[in-house]
Structure formats: C-alpha cells, structure tokens
C-alpha cells in the first residue's frame, strides 16, 4: 500500500494480512474532501487497522493524529509503518503530533470523553457484519468527542443501514464504493445530542 498525497506521497507503508484494508478510492475519496493541508486539525483513525488513513492525514499535515486500534499485531504495524515513514524521527521532538492507543474502539471513545479530548475530523471503518457503524455513530453522539463543524466519515458495508440524523449528526454524503459504503456526517452548532446511553 502507497501513500496517496502530502508530504510521504508514493511513500509504501505495511498492511497487516487477514484485514480488509480501506481501498485507494475511499482514502481519495475522503482527502478530496478534506483537501491537501490539514494543518490545525485534530485527526481521529477509529478502528484504524493498518492506519492507513491516519497516515494520509498525517501526510497532509494534520497536528495531531490519533490511531486507535483493539487488535495489537495490527496496532504493532501501525506502530512499525509510523517508524518505516520516518515519522517517529523528525517528530520526535513533538509526540503530541500522534499517538497510538492500542484499546477497543468504543472504550477509547469514552475515554476520550472524559479527557475532554475533542477531534476536527473523524474517519471510523470499524469490522463488518456486527452492526457496529451504527453503534459507532451512537456512542459518539453520546459521548461528544467532536467539535461544532467537525466531519464524520463512516465506511459501512451496504447493508448495514445508517441513520440521515442521529443527534447532531447530520448526513450530508453517501456513496459506495465497491462492497462497502461511505457515509459523511457534519455535525451541526446545536447542543441537543442524543441521551441514549450505548452498552
């Protein structure tokens, strides 16, 4: 796997086997979206697996990117595609810039929570067949982790159907990708979230 754009552009990077990775086009699709300079934003990779994305964010400048991810031999190639890029050496002076939390998704999420850590951007591609973008996406709305205007990218399997509202969350964008969805939520200004408590 390569490095689409910004700084370790064509940049090769591991992917662990056994995962499905986020295919070229959805990574393009969302940095279209997003643009080439993320500088001032606060990057979240959920459910990161290879980080594939958070080092495109990282790539294109974000100031902080967070990887989380459950299983440690992906969170250990994270880990390793960090120090392959030479991101770990010319950042060692300011490790605020990532971190890599090697914890189940939701958990971190809560976490999170009550750090009062806020993100500008969050990309989630948690595993399929559990039904757990939806709960993804209800257990952010339930824990606000996000500042006003922040984007939401969740990539879903198509049957898997999310919500057009959920709380502040507001879809603005659908699309599929081959076997899998791309749903893009902003989150509005307002300050009626959603009360569900998610187990």
Do not use: W
């Not at 295919?23 to 080439?36: C, E, P, S």
């Not at 300011?94 to 958990?107: C, I, M, T």
Request: net charge positive; aromatic share 10%.
């Amino acid at each position: 796997m390569k490095i689409i754009g910004g700084k370790y552009k064509g940049r090769n990077f591991y992917m662990p086997a056994g995962i499905s990775p986020t295919q070229n086009i959805v990574r393009k699709a969302v940095f279209d979206i997003l643009g080439h300079d993320l500088s001032g934003l606060n990057f979240l990779d959920l459910f990161a697996g290879s980080g594939a994305v958070g080092l495109e964010a990282i790539s294109r400048g974000a100031d902080r990117t967070v990887f989380v991810e459950k299983d440690t031999r992906c969170s250990e190639i994270i880990g390793d595609n960090i120090a392959v890029l030479g991101i770990m050496r010319e950042l060692e002076e300011k490790r605020s810039l990532y971190e890599l939390v090697n914890a189940d998704g939701f958990a971190s999420i809560k976490m999170f929570f009550r750090q009062n850590v806020k993100f500008d951007v969050v990309f989630a591609d948690p595993p399929y067949g559990r039904g757990l973008a939806k709960k993804t996406l209800k257990t952010l709305c339930s824990y606000d982790i996000l500042h006003p205007n922040s984007l939401l990218f969740i990539q879903h399997e198509i049957k898997e159907c999310l919500p057009d509202f959920q709380g502040r969350f507001i879809l603005f964008r659908r699309k599929r990708y081959g076997m899998s969805m791309l749903s893009l939520y902003n989150i509005s200004n307002k300050s009626d979230m959603c009360l569900e408590e998610v187990n």
